[in-house]
């Protein structure tokens, strides 16, 4: 187990290298790193100081090694912008992205869950046929498409929802979340149920799946023949054992919600790390991007890194298959 | 699949492969539907100067008079706005059928591009394997593992905006997926007899490649491009949309809808909206076309 928890983490770091190589080939090689890192506003003198102090006349190596202390230091660079720290801004935005990714989640569970159990129970109903069709629609649609929907019909002819920004917020662990106010929730309930979509649509297929093949298990059949209700044998029998694939999958699945935030975030002018980063790449403000993108790469690794330590120590099987190898 | 489930005025005819498959595919209604649709698109993109009461892209041909006007208007050049305009005077119908086409170009290209070059890697490391598939599958791996949408970002953040680096993202997000279908699918098909035979007539190994191993794994293939398209224009559009995509002189659809997001909110629908219907309907026709050709290719599924 030990030599597995080693053998990933570093596999984990590697990739994290070779991300910081990518970008810093794409910051500093593909483009002008002169142009990239330096706001276009600065005179000659301050251009000169600024190719010093970031090291730009050092050969290319010496500059990635710069670069890579320097983030490992947490400083990535200055955003031409709003002339703060890129981390920074970066990580003040981060609430609002989460708490949306996370209304998302739980709205596709609460809204999943039912329907692909009702569709599971009844393959060839009429209304399970909806469902189904639905699901493919709720696949197929561009997201940016349906929140301008949203917004067409619940904002403007309906009135009933606000359709930009957060609204008002609360604090709450020093940081400001929309969830705690009547309004923060008003506003985000379009934006979530828009990131929503397309979880919902495998939330339904995962537990109509589930629940089709829960349904000819031996331990169901039994309990049927005890004699207990078939509302005791769907939500006790197999409710409880399709939940663990799906939670899993949906828990997966959290990344990239917060990657098509972004999306989601520029229809509702939602101002989380999205929209600035969709923001930050019109107006070329570049050490936002690389801040931005590496920042995402952390934490995608970071949650592949999880996910497959989670399934090594629950499935023996895979510890094995990396010790054959 | 036995003689007697073949409609009997076929019967009678030489059965070959192509025509089961075509009468295979037509046992869906809806997916014939939607391949009607989707070749009425194709035709209507193609034809666009010939169809279109105006040409978008020519400024002389707009009237900024003619600006946000609502569907059913007759404009000042004389014919009527089926579709109502957008804020430069631009008739939409025509503006949606020449964004069609170059949705079509970029996301039919893209997924060709991919398409070559994914299935060549994935038909390398089935044939090679060892070092050579392990490098490439991890590759495939690290695509794979990244939502497309921020691969994509990345790119166009690097590469700057424009529509071949639009292509050129689209490209890197894709080919991993018909790397690991085809990969899937050779590693089956190279231990036949028929690859021994090519091997032991000692001919040369691409011509094993592309002669004898890449025919017997078009069907997965042809499932996954198809749904690629759809993936490709969708994926195109959402970029537009963002602004990252396509240049605003030639708008695609989904540039075409964020250009009417800012009037949408005063009410002034038809400017996102129509485009928005195109761009659904092409890629649900596509996708319904996808779905039943994955049931009919699939011999799994076979009766």
């Not at chain 2, 109502?84 to 939409?92: H, L, N, V």
């Not at chain 2, 090519?198 to 749904?227: D, E, Y």
């Not at chain 2, 963002?242 to 989904?254: M, N, R």
Request: proline content about 5%; glycine content about 8%; some cysteine.
């Amino acid at each position: 187990m030990t030599v597995y928890l080693v053998r990933r983490i570093l596999q984990a770091l590697l990739v994290v290298l070779a991300m910081s190589l990518i970008v810093f080939i794409g910051v500093y090689a593909i483009g002008d790193p002169v142009e990239i890192l330096i706001s276009p506003d600065a005179d000659q003198i301050e251009r000169e100081r600024a190719v010093q102090a970031l090291g730009l006349d050092l050969p290319l190596w010496q500059q990635y090694a710069v670069f890579l202390t320097k983030a490992l230091q947490g400083d990535l660079g200055r955003s031409f912008v709003y002339n703060e720290p890129a981390l920074k801004l970066i990580l003040q935005r981060m609430p609002a992205t989460l708490e949306l990714a996370f209304g998302a989640t739980i709205i596709a569970l609460i809204i999943g869950l039912p329907l692909g159990l009702y569709a599971g129970l009844r393959p060839e109903g009429r209304f399970s046929r909806v469902i189904m069709a639905g699901s493919i629609l709720g696949f197929s649609l561009p997201t940016f498409w349906v929140g301008l929907m949203l917004i067409m019909v619940f904002a403007v002819y309906l009135g009933w929802l606000p359709s930009t920004g957060r609204g008002d917020t609360g604090t709450l662990l020093g940081l400001q979340w929309s969830f705690l106010t009547w309004d923060g929730i008003r506003h985000m309930t379009m934006p979530a149920i828009n990131l929503a979509l397309f979880k919902i649509s495998l939330v339904i297929r995962l537990t109509r799946a589930g629940v089709r093949e829960t349904m000819l298990m031996d331990y169901v059949k039994f309990a049927r023949a005890k004699g207990l209700s078939p509302a005791r044998v769907t939500f006790v029998h197999v409710f409880k054992n399709i939940l663990i694939p799906v939670v899993t999958v949906v828990g997966l699945e959290l990344g990239s919600t917060i990657a098509f935030s972004v999306v989601t975030e520029s229809v509702f002018a939602w101002p989380g790390m999205g929209k600035l980063i969709i923001d930050s790449i019109n107006v070329l403000d570049r050490p936002v991007i690389v801040a931005y993108l590496m920042m995402i790469v952390l934490m995608f690794i970071a949650i592949n890194l999880i996910v497959d330590l989670t399934y090594s120590m629950l499935d023996p099987r895979v510890r094995l298959e990396s010790k054959g190898t | 699949m036995s003689d007697a489930v073949i409609p009997a005025k076929i019967a009678d005819k030489v059965e070959t492969p192509f025509r089961r498959f075509v009468s295979e595919f037509a046992e869906s209604k809806v997916a014939l539907g939607g391949l009607v649709v989707f070749i009425i698109i194709a035709l209507l993109a193609i034809f666009a100067p010939w169809i279109t009461p105006q040409n978008p892209y020519d400024l002389a041909e707009l009237d900024i008079m003619d600006g946000r006007m609502e569907p059913g208007t007759v404009g000042g050049a004389g014919f009527t706005f089926l579709l109502g305009t957008d804020d430069q005077g631009r008739d939409m119908l025509s503006g949606i059928i020449y964004g069609l086409r170059i949705s079509l170009i970029v996301g039919a290209g893209s997924a060709l591009i991919a398409c070559l070059i994914g299935a060549s890697l994935g038909l390398l490391a089935a044939y090679a394997g060892g070092r050579t598939d392990s490098v490439i599958m991890r590759l495939v791996d690290l695509q794979l593992s990244f939502p497309t949408i921020l691969a994509a970002l990345m790119i166009l953040a690097f590469l700057g905006k424009g529509i071949m680096n639009v292509v050129i993202a689209l490209v890197l997000v894709e080919w991993a997926y018909y790397a690991r279908t085809v990969r899937g699918t050779a590693l089956v098909e190279r231990r036949r007899e028929y690859i021994e035979a090519a091997q032991c007539l000692a001919l040369p190994t691409h011509r094993i490649l592309f002669r004898h191993l890449l025919p017997n794994c078009l069907p997965p293939l042809i499932v996954v491009g198809t749904m690629q398209v759809a993936r490709a224009i969708a994926l195109e559009a959402t970029l537009s949309f963002l602004g990252l995509g396509v240049p605003i002189t030639e708008p695609s659809l989904g540039l075409l809808i964020a250009n009417g997001y800012e009037y949408m909110l005063s009410g002034k629908y038809w400017i996102s909206f129509y485009p928005g219907i195109a761009l659904l309907i092409t890629i649900v026709s596509i996708n319904l076309v996808g779905d039943q050709l994955r049931d009919v290719l699939n011999p799994r599924l076979k009766k």
